[in-house]
C-alpha cells in the first residue's frame, strides 16, 4: 500500500474559455470538475497504476464531503480528519490558443488539534504502507515545518516529499534522519529553493548534488516538456518523453510523483522508474483532468522514454 497524505486538497475546476479579457465578463464553455490538490492527484494516478493508495487528509464543509466521495468512487481509501473550515477550490482557465491561468485559494486554517488528528493518522497509516508521499501546499495554521514532522511520523519508511516556497526551505535546513527518500520540485522551485538560474544541463547537475548535500537520498527535479533530472547511485540521470501537443499539463507533476512512488514501492531500477514518472507526466497533458492518466497513454508512451546517465 501506498500512503498518501494531503493537507490542502482541493476542488479542481477545468475552465474552457476563448480567452480571458481583464476587467471583462468570461464564459466557460466547458467545465470540468474533479477531485484535486497535489496528494489526491497522486493517488488518483497510482489507483491508474493499479496500486492500493490511502490518503489521509484535512476535509472541510460541502466541498469536502464532494471530494470524499468522488475519491471512494475512484476506489482510494480515504482517513479524513473533519475540519472546521471549507475545503478550497482551485480553477484552472485554459484559453482558445492553449494558454492555460492557474487561480488557487489558500485553503481553510486547520487547528492545532486538528494538526495532532493528522499526525496521528500519519502514523496508523505509514506502519502499513510501503512507501509515503507527502505533497502539496501547506493550509494557513500549518507550521513550515509541518512535513519534517510528518517525515518523523513516517517512522522510517521511504517518503517522497513535493513541496515548494517556506515549507521546503524548511525541509532542506532540517537534515532529517532517516533523509527523504526523494523531493521532487519543478525547475521553478528548485531555482526558488537554491535561489539561482537551472538553464543548462550542468547547473541541473550541481543543483541535484546541491540538494543531496541538503540531505535527500533521490533528489529529483522535473522541467516540463525538457523531462526529469535525477540523482541516484552517485549519478545524473535524465527521463525525456516524446513532445506532445498539451491539453491540460497541470498535474503533471503529481502523475510524475506517482510514477517515482510505484517504482520505488516496487523496488524497480532507476531507469525503470525514471522512464514510468515521466511517461505519467506526459499522459496527463492529454487528458483535461488535473493529473488524470490513461492506461492506454502510458503504455504507448513509457516506451517512446529515453532514460539516459549524464556524464560526470
Ligand atoms: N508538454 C509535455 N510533454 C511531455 N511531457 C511532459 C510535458 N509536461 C510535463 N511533462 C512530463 O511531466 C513531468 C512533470 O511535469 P512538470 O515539470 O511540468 O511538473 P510540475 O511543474 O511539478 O507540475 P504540477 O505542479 O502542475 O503537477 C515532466 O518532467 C515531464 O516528464
Ligand atoms: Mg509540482
Known amino acids: 500500500m501506498i500512503c498518501a497524505v494531503s493537507l490542502n486538497p482541493a476542488l479542481d475546476k477545468y475552465l474552457r474559455l476563448a480567452r480571458i479579457e481583464r476587467g471583462g465578463h468570461l464564459e466557460a464553455r466547458e467545465v470540468v470538475a474533479s477531485a484535486g490538490g497535489k496528494a489526491v492527484n497522486v493517488a488518483g494516478v497510482l489507483r491508474a497504476l493499479e496500486e492500493n493508495v490511502e490518503l489521509v487528509g484535512f476535509?472541510?464543509?460541502?466541498?469536502?464531503?464532494?471530494?470524499?466521495e468522488a475519491i471512494a468512487a475512484e476506489g482510494i481509501r480515504a482517513d479524513a480528519v473533519r475540519i472546521a473550515a471549507p475545503t478550497r477550490t482551485a480553477f484552472v482557465m485554459v484559453e482558445d490558443d492553449g494558454t492555460e491561468t492557474e487561480v488557487v485559494e489558500p485553503g481553510g486554517?486547520?487547528?492545532?488539534?486538528?494538526?495532532?488528528?493528522?499526525?496521528?493518522?500519519?502514523?496508523?497509516a505509514a506502519s502499513r504502507a510501503a512507501v509515503v508521499v507527502l505533497s502539496g501546499s501547506v493550509p494557513p495554521g500549518c507550521p513550515d515545518d509541518i512535513y519534517v514532522r510528518l517525515l518523523a511520523d513516517c517512522g522510517g519508511r521511504p517518503a517522497i516529499v513535493d513541496?515548494?516556497?517556506?515549507?521546503?526551505?524548511?525541509?532542506?535546513?532540517?537534515?532529517?534522519?532517516?533523509?527523504?527518500?526523494?523531493?521532487k520540485p519543478n525547475r521553478r522551485e528548485a531555482e526558488a529553493a537554491l535561489g539561482r538560474p537551472l538553464a543548462a544541463p550542468e547547473a541541473m547537475a550541481e543543483a541535484l548534488r546541491a540538494l543531496a548535500a541538503a540531505g535527500v537520498a533521490m533528489p529529483v527535479i522535473s522541467d516540463g516538456p525538457a523531462g526529469i533530472y535525477a540523482l541516484a547511485q552517485g549519478e545524473v540521470w535524465h527521463a525525456q518523453p516524446p513532445r506532445l501537443q498539451a491539453v491540460n499539463s497541470v498535474g503533471s507533476g503529481d502523475a510524475a510523483v506517482a510514477g517515482l512512488a510505484a517504482g520505488l514501492a516496487r523496488g524497480w531500477t532507476v531507469e525503470a522508474t525514471l522512464r514510468l514518472a515521466a511517461a505519467c507526466g506526459a499522459a496527463n497533458v492529454l487528458t483535461k483532468e488535473c493529473a488524470g492518466v490513461r492506461a492506454e497513454d502510458l503504455r504507448r508512451l513509457a516506451p517512446q522514454v529515453v532514460v539516459r546517465r549524464l556524464p560526470a
Open 163 to 183: 513541496t515548494s516556497r517556506a515549507p521546503l526551505r524548511a525541509l532542506l535546513g532540517a537534515r532529517v534522519q532517516p533523509p527523504p527518500a526523494m523531493i
Open 59 to 68: 476535509f472541510g464543509g460541502v466541498i469536502g464531503d464532494f471530494l470524499l
Open 109 to 124: 486554517a486547520v487547528s492545532e488539534g486538528e494538526i495532532a488528528q493528522l499526525r496521528a493518522k500519519v502514523r496508523a
